[in-house]
């Protein structure tokens, strides 16, 4: 089946690789930073985030002064990931070795796992693991001062939120960061939340020390994963009647169900999983001490083997995740039929196909969902991504182009980019003033120019995470659809959106930022009309500005269940970098001086080094010369197609 996103990898096997103390790719970068006392790594799954923290949380107690070190977990499964490993066999100076009493994600109450950590705090043990939960709890019995000379590890970081009132964690996180002297990593593979709130606030942001490690930089530096495709198949009337045209069992397949709520559910959960069953075939048993089912598929009469996580019953569940964390080889599992879990941080390698019915709100969880399939494994040279979603109510074409506009937002978010960047510069216009404006700047009549330096520097560093808020944010959002006054959007929402962001700020203050956000939002916005599926179309607009990507990813569009499906062209690894280079282009500022300048220190580099500069480099001289390159190749572009 052709993909809408089919991404191809030079099969390098560079991010596997292991240096002298047993440390593949990405925790070789994570390790170079251990010595920052916050530290922010933002990797895809299977990139080994995991074990990358315990290199460093080792070295901390070493040689750092760190006495313990604290790692809390969004779901309980996700703790086996932190369990004892042997690193001294390859290389590292320790092997990680948490006491099994202090690995709180197994079962017990609330309340005696807090007890558990407070003893853990007094006792002389280093390392404790427990779920955000545990912990969220535990810092409710605990004076902050308690934290001193910890390591506090947030795995899967984007459940933390800035909203110190609606977020625990938030609050723990600001609390530990400004009353200890703890040491925080904070680990995800998706550095945004997909509600409108910020993970971190800026005032706390800039303190982290960030190690970015992409999906290109991983999938590239794979032995056996070869490409990555993504689609979007359109169905009419009901999706249990379309799921078997996509449905492929002869591929290890994580088939999400809609949620409840969603219009594509029938609100019967059980039945929809039943009906998909009988569709492959009849269930020969169940068996007792797994609750693995063994269904016989109808084509052919072979055995396929489903785990229905759909089943709430716990004690049902229970056996069946038990067997999940146990499989070993390709032949353990063939289907994994899910709602709400198997999603973040839920690892099978296997895994071939991750389908899913249903829109996604957050583009968050359709980054995670991708991460289940694109494991590096042996059975596989192709991971596929598939969303089946209802045919929205509105023109194909104006389908095909939010598609296409999803495919932008995903493809940079899969390159862990959260971008949002304007194009013009404002200024105020004095009244005797008839002097042009220079290229890429706006000059307007009654424009307050920043009068403090907390607004100047909002303006010059924080201006596109705002914008990104103001757009998220479920209140505008409603009222861009036309049902409230644009005037009470500019002076209602988006100055409480700026005062919830920056508390400290006076209401002249948040006067000077509104005006430099409206109106460059309304520059950029000027041109989009919200039809069709709005909700689509705002979801692919959230956190990148896809106007700013000139790039076509549709191939083809086929006939599909009385509707449609949207197919797409092939991405190999040269165009995947020109996407990251078209991301970076759009908030370089240099000149075309300075990068002729640099142009014979980036030939010496490269002849020196054997690669070109890095963007993502801790080095700010290297990264200088990346956007130089990047700038130089642009304008060669620009005048090439001029002559």
């Known amino acids: 089946m052709p993909n809408i996103i089919d991404v191809t990898y030079a099969q390098t096997g560079q991010s596997s690789k292991t240096n002298e103390y047993g440390m593949r790719e990405m925790q070789e970068k994570a390790f170079s930073a251990r010595n920052s006392k916050y530290l922010l790594i933002k990797a895809p799954p299977a990139s080994g985030k995991s074990r990358a923290l315990m290199f460093i949380a080792l070295d901390k107690l070493k040689h750092q002064g760190i006495k313990k070190v604290i790692i809390a977990v969004p779901e309980r499964a996700i703790g086996s990931s932190f369990k004892k490993t042997d690193l001294k066999s390859h290389g590292f100076f320790a092997d990680w070795e948490p006491e099994d009493k202090y690995n709180l994600c197994t079962a017990g109450t609330d309340e005696s796992k807090v007890t558990l950590f407070s003893k853990f705090l007094d006792s002389n043990s280093k390392i404790l693991i427990c779920t955000h939960a545990t912990l969220r709890y535990a810092y409710e019995e605990v004076e902050e001062a308690k934290f001193n000379d910890c390591l506090l590890a947030i795995d ?78 359109f169905y009419q009337g009901k999706y249990l009647n379309a799921i078997h045209e996509i449905l492929d069992t002869d591929k290890k397949t994580i088939l999400h169900i809609p949620n409840v709520n969603s219009g594509e559910s029938t609100k019967e959960k059980y039945a929809e999983v039943d009906t998909i069953l009988d569709g492959i075939g009849t269930l020969e048993r169940q068996d007792e001490e797994t609750g693995v089912l063994y269904i016989k598929r109808r084509t052919d009469g072979k055995i396929i083997k489903v785990a229905d996580l759909v089943d709430d019953n716990p004690t049902n569940r229970e056996k069946v995740v038990n067997y999940l964390k146990s499989i070993t080889s390709v032949d353990d599992m063939d289907l994994i039929i899910a709602l709400g879990m198997a999603k973040e941080g839920f690892d099978w390698p296997y895994c071939e196909h991750a389908l899913t019915v249903g829109y996604r709100g957050s583009l968050t969880e359709i980054i995670q969902i991708i991460g289940r399939c694109t494991r590096d494994s042996e059975n596989k040279t192709h991971a596929q991504f598939t969303n089946l979603i209802a045919q929205p109510d509105a023109e194909d074409s104006e389908v095909t182009v939010a598609v296409n506009n999803m495919l932008k937002a995903i493809t940079c978010s899969l390159l862990m980019e959260q971008v949002l960047a304007p194009n013009f510069k404002f200024k105020t216009r004095l009244p005797d003033d008839t002097e042009e404006a220079p290229k890429g700047v706006i000059k307007i009549k009654g424009f307050k120019q920043p009068s403090t330096a907390k607004v100047k520097s909002i303006v010059d560093t924080d201006l596109n995470d705002l914008k990104a808020k103001v757009l998220q944010d479920d209140n505008v959002a409603k009222a861009l659809t036309g049902s409230v006054d644009p005037e009470v959007i500019n002076k209602v929402l988006i100055p409480k959106i700026i005062q919830t962001t920056y508390p400290d700020l006076t209401d002249e203050e948040i006067e000077e930022v509104r005006q430099y956000v409206v109106v460059d939002s309304a520059i950029k916005t000027s041109d989009i009309e919200q039809s069709g599926d709005k909700q689509f179309i705002k979801m692919a607009n959230k956190f990148v500005n896809i106007d700013d990507l000139n790039i076509d990813l549709i191939d083809s569009i086929n006939p ?46 490269v002849k020196e080094i054997g690669n070109e500069p890095n963007i993502s480099s801790f080095d700010p001289q290297e990264r200088r010369m990346a956007e130089a390159l990047i700038l130089l190749r642009k304008l060669k572009r620009e005048r090439g197609a001029n002559n």
């Open 560 to 605: 599909f269940q009385k509707a449609f499906e949207i197919l797409s062209k092939s991405l190999d690894k040269k165009t995947f970098k020109v996407i990251q280079n078209c991301v970076e282009e759009t908030r370089l500022h240099m000149t075309e001086e300075e990068a002729i300048i640099l142009w014979p220190k980036i030939i010496k580099f």
């Open 156 to 233: 899967e970081f984007h459940h933390v939120s800035a909203d110190r009132e609606s977020s625990k964690l938030g609050e723990l996180l600001h609390s530990v960061m400004t009353k200890s002297n703890a040491h925080v990593v904070a680990m995800t593979g998706s550095y945004f939340r997909g509600d409108g709130v910020p993970v971190l606030s800026p005032e706390d942001e800039i303190k982290f020390t960030k190690v970015t490690y992409n999906y290109y930089d991983q999938l590239n530096g794979y032995n056996y994963l070869k490409s990555l495709g993504i689609g979007y198949h």
